[in-house]
């Protein structure tokens, strides 16, 4: 695993970082006000902390306008690399379950005749 990958699944292994990228994938853009509503578990400092995290790991964009912050998920950054690598791993899983798993046409020819009987 590469060190993009790393960074990713060390910030989604938070529960409040998932929920802030959940609320980011289902609205969009949104300020750290906005996403503290969508979020009651916690506070402003705990998510704005949750936000540095996703940020400097590359899941998150921050942009500045003003006095503001705004946060957006980085579709092109380390969470990107980490699907791919799950992705990669679930391929692997179901190829090794189709070579392992016997096909009914490659059953004996006597097993075929068997039925209820």
């Known amino acids: 695993m ?3 990958e790393n960074l ?3 910030a989604l292994s938070d529960r409040i970082r998932r929920r802030i990228l959940n609320v980011l994938g ?3 853009e949104l300020s750290v006000g906005e996403i503290v509503a969508h979020i009651d578990a916690v506070g402003r400092t705990t998510v704005s902390s949750h936000l540095r995290v996703l940020r400097t790991s590359g899941v998150v964009i ?3 306008s003003g006095r503001n912050r705004y946060y957006s998920l980085d579709r092109e ?3 990107r690399d980490a699907f791919t690598y799950l992705q990669s791993l679930l391929h692997a899983g179901l190829d090794a379950v189709e070579t392992s798993t016997p096909r009914a046409s490659d059953a004996e020819p006597e097993d075929r005749g068997r039925g209820a009987g």
């Open 8 to 10: 990713a699944f060390d």
């Open 2 to 4: 590469e060190a993009n």
């Open 62 to 64: 921050e942009r500045k």
């Open 77 to 79: 950054g380390t969470a």
């Open 26 to 28: 289902e609205e969009g």
